[in-house]
């Protein structure tokens, strides 16, 4: 890897005589790990496991998750292990046992909503944010398969969310950087990096956090983390964070044999001491600051689905009981936990392009058609019909193929593959349509 001469001569001043290991790390493969779905996977067997976070794991090559069902079915997620530090750092300097409001606010493509959503209170509201239109479709897709029923989405700037002022119990801020973490995943980021970018990175960074403090309530939790080394990103970032707002940094107790360098205020990864890639975390505390108050009220019926939808939805939910269903004027129906109603009602005020919870289906006229967030999601009633499919058949149906079945079903059923969902089928006398999703379908040879 040809890497820049500025780059290098940062790296020297940074890391001395560990220089040679350094530029040796990222001549060398990039470890590949994954983290579980709790709530897909009761026990994983982990073997070589991430040292910061007790659902990751390491694998000792890289498979073709693409042809691997249960990765459609968000079994797991394929992360990067050092960004999976997160979870440490959500786990020291938050209560997790209560219900959070959670933003992660440069949420794309989804691998850090994933590890919040799974640590947090299941009944936390965690909002998943991204500016970039092309990424959020990624990130709905990514929050689809995880299945979580208290993960929402917007299509935000930071600055658009200026009116939830104090309301907010942790937020994460992974914010857009010079990708120098990354030059070993992807050769490609080394030719968009220079000086003049670190810089402006930085500038927008800075933007972006200037944002964000105020919609934390006092005695909330900051993350701020980047994919780089330097210590415009990263350090001085933090130490203006300190200077500027009415926070406090976190220090964390980091076990020793992690191998984590400690900055003065933050975390460095480094690849040539961790398995993992570079990764920059600090936490703060909010010392003061304005509490933003949640308007409640008896809103719920206002919402809520007629007697009669309900009765032709509650078949295919899990506890409906718990749920809020909102439809739309075309009939499409999102669910909502009863508990997240008057949060979705102030978020909704706030932002326009805000989706919350999950799109369970359309109704029309008196029919149910289920979308395949549902199938995915964990929302879904075990009691619907499945159809369990072999690896071939589950690839085929991936690319949308009408699968071959020995037992046509009547009506709906949900197909699976050892045991977890991924999407629909519907049989007509002496076939069956495919229902998945086109945009989502498999594109790859699988012969």
Same mark, same amino acid.
């Given at each position: 890897?040809?890497?820049?001469?500025?780059?290098?001569?940062?790296?020297?001043?940074?890391?001395?005589?560990? /220089?040679?290991? $350094?530029?040796?790390?990222?001549?060398?493969? %990039? *470890?590949? +790990?994954?983290?579980?779905?709790?709530? =897909?996977?009761?026990?994983?067997?982990?073997?070589?496991?991430?040292?910061?976070?007790?659902?990751?794991?390491?694998?000792?090559?890289?498979?073709?998750?693409?042809?691997?069902?249960?990765?459609?079915?968000?079994?797991?997620?394929?992360?990067?292990?050092?960004?999976?530090?997160?979870?440490?750092?959500?786990?020291?300097?938050?209560?997790?046992?209560?219900?959070?409001?959670?933003?992660?606010?440069?949420?794309?493509?989804?691998?850090?909503?994933?590890?919040?959503?799974?640590?947090?209170?299941?009944?936390?509201?965690?909002?998943?944010?991204?500016?970039?239109?092309?990424?959020?479709?990624?990130?709905?897709?990514?929050?689809?398969?995880?299945?979580?029923?208290?993960?929402?989405?917007?299509?935000?700037?930071?600055?658009?969310?200026?009116? /939830?002022?104090? $309301?907010?119990?942790?937020?994460?801020?992974? %914010? *857009?950087? +010079?990708?120098?973490?990354?030059?070993? =995943?992807?050769?490609?980021?080394?030719?968009?990096?220079?000086?003049?970018?670190?810089?402006?990175?930085?500038?927008?960074?800075?933007?972006?956090?200037?944002?964000?403090?105020?919609?934390?309530?006092?005695?909330?939790?900051?993350?701020?983390?980047?994919?780089?080394?330097?210590?415009?990103?990263?350090?001085?970032?933090?130490?203006?964070?300190?200077?500027?707002?009415?926070?406090?940094?976190?220090?964390?107790?980091?076990?020793?044999?992690?191998?984590?360098?400690?900055?003065?205020?933050?975390?460095?990864?480094?690849?040539?001491?961790?398995?993992?890639?570079?990764?920059?975390?600090?936490?703060?505390?909010?010392?003061?600051?304005?509490?933003?108050?949640?308007?409640?009220?008896?809103?719920?019926?206002?919402?809520?689905?007629?007697?009669?939808?309900?009765?032709?939805?509650?078949?295919?939910?899990?506890?409906?009981?718990?749920?809020?269903?909102?439809?739309?004027?075309?009939?499409?129906?999102?669910?909502?936990?009863?508990?997240?109603?008057?949060?979705?009602?102030?978020?909704?005020?706030?932002?326009?392009?805000?989706?919350?919870?999950?799109?369970?289906?359309?109704?029309?006229?008196?029919?149910?058609?289920?979308?395949?967030?549902?199938?995915?999601?964990?929302?879904?009633?075990?009691?619907?019909?499945?159809?369990?499919?072999?690896?071939?058949?589950?690839?085929?149906?991936?690319?949308?193929?009408?699968?071959?079945?020995?037992?046509?079903?009547?009506?709906?059923?949900?197909?699976?593959?050892?045991?977890?969902?991924?999407?629909?089928?519907?049989?007509?006398?002496?076939?069956?349509?495919?229902?998945?999703?086109?945009?989502?379908?498999?594109?790859?040879?699988?012969?």
């Amino acid at each position: 890897m040809q890497l820049p001469e500025s780059f290098i001569k940062q790296m020297q001043i940074r890391l001395g005589d560990q /220089l040679p290991e $350094f530029l040796a790390a990222l001549d060398s493969p %990039a *470890p590949i +790990s994954l983290h579980y779905n709790p709530l =897909k996977i009761s026990k994983p067997e982990i073997s070589d496991g991430v040292k910061w976070y007790s659902n990751g794991v390491y694998l000792k090559e890289r498979p073709v998750f693409t042809l691997d069902p249960l990765f459609h079915a968000g079994q797991y997620y394929v992360q990067e292990a050092s960004s999976m530090f997160l979870a440490e750092a959500v786990r020291q300097t938050v209560d997790l046992s209560t219900p959070l409001r959670v933003l992660d606010l440069a949420a794309a493509p989804g691998g850090k909503s994933t590890l919040l959503a799974s640590l947090t209170h299941p009944e936390s509201f965690v909002l998943c944010n991204e500016v970039i239109k092309s990424r959020y479709r990624i990130l709905d897709y990514n929050l689809s398969k995880w299945g979580m029923p208290n993960t929402h989405i917007s299509n935000h700037d930071s600055k658009d969310f200026k009116s /939830l002022e104090g $309301f907010f119990d942790l937020i994460l801020l992974d %914010a *857009p950087c +010079s990708g120098e973490g990354l030059f070993r =995943k992807d050769p490609g980021a080394v030719d968009h990096w220079d000086n003049e970018h670190v810089k402006f990175c930085s500038l927008r960074q800075r933007r972006i956090l200037d944002n964000t403090v105020n919609l934390l309530r006092p005695g909330g939790t900051l993350i701020y983390s980047t994919c780089t080394y330097n210590s415009p990103e990263n350090e001085n970032n933090a130490q203006w964070l300190q200077e500027t707002f009415p926070l406090e940094k976190i220090q964390l107790d980091i076990s020793p044999d992690w191998d984590i360098e400690q900055r003065a205020i933050g975390y460095q990864f480094y690849p040539h001491k961790v398995k993992g890639e570079g990764f920059y975390l600090a936490s703060f505390k909010k010392t003061s600051g304005r509490e933003g108050k949640i308007k409640t009220g008896n809103a719920a019926k206002k919402f809520d689905l007629s007697a009669r939808e309900k009765t032709i939805v509650a078949p295919w939910i899990k506890n409906p009981e718990n749920l809020i269903f909102l439809q739309n004027k075309s009939g499409q129906i999102r669910a909502l936990l009863k508990s997240h109603l008057d949060i979705h009602l102030q978020v909704a005020k706030s932002l326009s392009r805000y989706e919350p919870g999950t799109f369970i289906g359309t109704l029309k006229r008196d029919n149910f058609i289920p979308s395949p967030q549902l199938a995915l999601s964990l929302l879904v009633s075990d009691e619907i019909s499945q159809i369990s499919l072999t690896l071939e058949q589950s690839l085929r149906y991936l690319k949308k193929e009408d699968p071959v079945l020995e037992n046509i079903p009547e009506g709906w059923a949900m197909v699976t593959y050892e045991g977890l969902a991924l999407g629909w089928l519907k049989g007509l006398k002496n076939r069956v349509n495919n229902y998945y999703p086109k945009e989502w379908r498999i594109r790859m040879k699988i012969d």
